[in-house]
C-alpha cells in the first residue's frame, strides 16, 4: 500500500485559506488518483475532489467548487489541498487518499489526517 | 448526488456474535460499493471492493454482499479488535459519498 504522510495541524481565522499536503514515496504515485475527503466532529466522511496524478486533471465536488485547489508536484511526489474563504464549518480533519491504478475512485491507502481549526 | 443511507447508526453486541450493516443508495449503483473500517484516531481502512471482495489481508469474518441499491455487511464471531465504525462509500457517480457510519462497540 502506498505510504502518504500528510503537513501538520493548522489554526485559520475566518476568511483565510489552508494549504495541506499530501507527500508519497511511493512509486505508483503517478500511477494513482489522489482524493481529498474531510471528516467533521460528527463523525461523516466528505469527499472534496480528486486529482488524476499522472495528467492532473482534477474534479471536485460541486459543494467546493470556487474553493478548493487540486494540485500536484512530479518531483516531489506530492500533493496539495487548498481550501479558501474558511469559515468555522470547515473545521475538520482532512485525509488524502490514494486509488490504484485500477480502482482509481477506491480508497486503499490513507495520509493520517491533517486537523485544520478555523477560529477567530 | 447518490445518498447513502447506513443503517443501524450504532450497535452493541457481545464478543463472538454476528453483526449486519446495511447500506441503501438512492439509486442503482450496480456493485461499485466499499467498506471501511475507522478506529478512533486514525483514518479509514478499506475492508471490502466491489460490494462483495475482501481486500488482502483482511480477516475472512468479514463479508459483504449486494447490488443496485441494497447492500449488506457482516461482521461473524465479532472480535475486540473490531471495535470500530464503520462506513460504505459509492463510487459509481460523482460526488463520491459515503453511508453515515455505524459504530460497533461490545455489551
Known amino acids: 500500500q502506498m505510504q502518504l504522510m500528510q503537513s501538520g495541524p493548522e489554526v485559520k481565522k475566518p476568511g483565510t485559506s489552508v494549504k495541506v499536503s499530501c507527500k508519497s514515496s511511493d512509486f505508483t504515485f503517478t500511477d494513482s488518483a489522489l482524493h481529498w475527503v474531510r471528516q467533521a466532529p460528527g463523525p461523516r466522511l466528505e469527499w472534496l475532489g480528486w486529482i488524476v496524478v499522472g495528467s492532473g486533471y482534477t474534479e471536485s465536488a460541486q459543494k467546493f467548487q470556487g474553493r478548493v485547489t487540486l494540485t500536484r508536484d512530479l518531483s516531489t511526489g506530492t500533493a496539495y489541498m487548498e481550501l479558501s474563504s474558511l469559515q468555522s464549518d470547515d473545521t475538520a480533519v482532512y485525509y488524502c487518499a490514494a486509488g490504484g491504478a485500477r480502482r482509481f475512485r477506491t480508497f486503499e491507502s490513507w495520509g493520517q489526517g491533517t486537523l485544520v481549526i478555523v477560529s477567530s | 448526488d447518490v445518498q447513502m443511507t447506513q443503517s443501524p447508526s450504532s450497535l452493541s453486541t457481545s464478543v463472538g456474535d454476528s453483526v449486519t450493516i446495511t447500506c441503501q443508495a438512492s439509486?442503482?449503483?450496480?456493485?461499485?460499493l466499499n467498506w471501511y473500517q475507522q478506529k478512533p484516531g486514525e483514518p479509514p481502512k478499506l475492508l471490502i471492493y466491489d460490494a462483495s471482495n475482501l481486500e488482502t489481508g483482511v480477516p475472512s469474518r468479514f463479508s459483504a454482499s449486494g447490488s443496485g441499491t441494497g447492500f449488506s455487511f457482516t461482521i461473524s464471531n465479532l472480535q475486540p479488535e473490531d471495535i470500530a465504525t464503520y462506513y460504505c462509500q459509492q463510487y459509481d457517480t460523482l460526488p463520491l459519498t459515503f453511508g453515515g457510519g455505524t459504530k460497533v462497540d461490545i455489551k
Open positions: 439509486q442503482d449503483i450496480t456493485n461499485y
